[in-house]
């Protein structure tokens, strides 16, 4: 898997440049932080990197990791991308005009709008507004180890959730280094045999000059509809395989010692009855 974003490169007319690659999706069996999908880099007003993606049945987590190479406020948004939620117009720039004329000509009556607006925001879920049912967890590497800094599902009062609010507002102050960001659901989705599309983008500072875009397509599991179980574990720490496979290494390693066993019997035989060398014999029995 590249360690970059590269790929085609376009100049749009505000002098920004877009990068795009595609990659494909590991298992649920294979998904850790070593099989992190690598979104390259983000530095400090100088690029915006963003993962299209998809979680579903087959597909519990998405795992990433991108490198911050400035010191600054770090932004990370995660939002869903289905399409029957995005509006067929954008009215942003209506409805902007429309929430100024009312803060001009009923001040009193904008503001408690706002408040109003204000208090439910703290009352739900920071991922809320964006990406309902969907999880992030954001991990700085410390000592060669991943921490946990950040999680949408951890308690309001904790550090994690707090940490969480200032990494989806702009607001935390990072410092350079490797990040892992980890997508998932919540129990608020209970259709897991829908596709949940999502888009996530980070962003270092309030601007960028090179804009990254990874598509991520469906992994072998989301293609074939299956999940793929653990390999078993076996206590001749043979990790990582499957049963069958285990089976067929420990029947190997009986025979190897089953045959050492029986050469060596065979070589001590000649050694007492002076058919050869003791030493040498011993020697290439070792060997």
């Known amino acids: 898997m590249s360690s970059s974003i590269s790929g085609v490169t376009n100049k749009d007319e505000y002098g920004k440049y877009s990068w795009e690659k595609t990659v494909v999706d590991v298992n649920n069996v ?3 932080f070593a099989n992190a999908r690598d979104l390259g880099y983000t530095r400090l007003n100088y690029a915006r990197v963003t993962a299209v993606a998809s979680i579903d049945k087959y597909n519990a987590v998405d795992n990433y990791k991108i490198q911050v190479q400035s010191n600054g406020k770090l932004s990370i948004g995660l939002r869903n991308t289905d399409s029957k ?9 209506y409805e902007e005009y429309l929430d100024n004329l009312k803060k001009q000509l009923d001040p009193e009556g904008w503001q408690a709008e706002q408040d109003k607006k204000l208090e439910e925001l703290e009352n739900q879920n920071v991922l809320e507004p964006t990406a309902p049912g969907m999880s992030l ?4 590497t410390k000592n060669g180890k991943q921490v946990l800094i950040a ?4 308690d309001r009062d904790s550090k994690e959730y707090q940490t969480l609010k200032q990494i989806v507002t702009g607001e935390y102050k990072a410092s350079p280094g490797e ?5 998932g659901t919540t129990e608020e989705i209970t259709d897991r045999n829908e596709s949940h599309p999502y888009a996530l983008q980070v962003l270092q500072g309030t601007t960028y000059k090179h804009d990254y875009i990874m598509t991520q397509t469906l992994s072998e599991d989301s293609k074939n509809k299956k999940i793929t179980t653990k390999a078993s574990e076996s206590a001749n720490s ?11 290494i420990q029947a190997q390693r009986y025979s190897v ?4 066993l029986s050469n060596g019997y065979l070589n001590f035989a000649q050694m007492t009855a002076g058919k050869s060398d003791p030493a040498k014999t011993l020697f290439s029995t070792l060997l």
């Open 30 to 32: 294979d998904e850790s």
């Open 85 to 93: 939620d995005e509006n067929v117009l954008d009215l942003s720039k």
């Open 137 to 140: 967890k954001v991990y700085a």
């Open 151 to 154: 999680d949408s599902t951890a």
């Open 179 to 183: 990040y892992y960001i980890q997508v």
């Open 238 to 248: 043979t990790t990582g395989i499957s049963a069958a496979y285990a089976a067929q």
């Open 257 to 260: 010692t089953a045959t050492m």
